[in-house]
């Protein structure tokens, strides 16, 4: 039986990567979902079709810009009207931007913070009241191992990401008696479609193979060498909305090879 059939979910940045992984594995479990995020208008049509054919769950779509509050705010409403139900909301919308603190421009600063971070107060604070009338709700904010930890000339990912985890332990705090769980999982590297092809270029320049590349790549901070993959997140996630995680609550979960073991 599909674990988390009735249930809808919103997932944020879902278009591709991490966010398309773990859409894929909840509608694989029986969940409505929302897609987000940003892409070729063909292919997003095609994985709504996709989803919706292989796994027998409604999907539907919004192009909700995550720095627009009004935008999140339309956007769960949208999925409350069209699911009739609101469950499962995943923050996992993020951009990234390298630079040291002094040189870097003010306009990316914010824009990190408002897509990593502000955004998902947006999202938790719409989809709360509808959590707290059914007694249920699974929140999950994706992180980073840079949650965590930091890394030099990534001031704002790091400071956003940092605010997730604390956003989700005060969130998990304010609604334990509520049957809602509020969690966070901090991926290292991950293997998306996007690194991949990196990943490939570094091999075809180098000469080195694809394996080679990938654990050259990987090595300064993953003790495992070696890649997590959206799937496997997707899994997390899976888990965390069902109801054997239903005593897991504020807490970072990392996926990171052993990232943080150091």
Same mark, same amino acid.
């Given at each position: 039986m599909s674990i988390l059939k009735g249930k809808a979910a919103v997932v944020t940045g879902s278009t591709s990567g991490i966010g398309k992984g773990i859409a894929e594995q909840l509608a694989a479990e029986g969940a409505d979902i929302m897609l987000n995020g940003f892409g070729d208008e063909k292919e997003i049509r095609q994985l709504e079709q996709n989803l919706a054919e292989q796994y027998g769950v409604r999907v539907a779509y919004s192009d909700a810009d995550m720095m627009k509050p009004d935008e999140i705010v339309e956007m769960i409403k949208e999925a409350q009207r069209v699911f /009739?139900? &609101? #469950? +499962? @909301?995943?923050?996992? %919308? /993020? +951009?990234?931007? @390298? *630079?040291?603190? #002094?040189?870097?421009?003010?306009? !990316? =600063?914010?824009?990190? +913070?408002?897509?990593? &971070?502000? *955004? $998902?107060?947006?999202?938790?604070? $719409?989809? &709360?009241?509808?959590?707290?009338?059914?007694? =249920? /709700? !699974?929140?999950?904010?994706? %992180?980073s191992a840079h949650g965590l930890s930091a890394s030099a000339n990534k001031s704002a990912y790091v400071a956003a990401k940092h605010g997730i985890v604390g956003l989700t332990k005060a969130v998990a705090l304010e609604v334990a008696t509520q049957g809602i769980t509020s969690n966070a999982i901090c991926p290292g590297w991950v293997l998306t479609d996007l690194v991949r092809g990196q990943i490939e270029a570094r091999a075809k320049s180098s000469g080195r193979s694809f394996e080679e590349e990938k654990k050259l790549l990987v090595a300064e901070k993953t003790p495992t060498q070696d890649f997590s993959t959206p799937e496997q997140i997707g899994k997390l996630a899976v888990f965390l909305c069902s109801d054997a995680a239903a005593q897991m609550t504020g807490a970072p979960f990392s996926v990171d090879g052993g990232w943080m073991a150091q």
């Open positions: /009739g139900t &609101l #469950d +499962i @909301v995943i923050n996992n %919308a /993020g +951009i990234q931007h @390298v *630079s040291p603190i #002094d040189e870097f421009p003010v306009d !990316r =600063w914010d824009a990190v +913070i408002a897509i990593n &971070l502000t *955004s $998902a107060f947006h999202t938790i604070k $719409a989809a &709360l009241p509808m959590m707290k009338q059914k007694g =249920w /709700g !699974r929140i999950i904010n994706v %992180a």
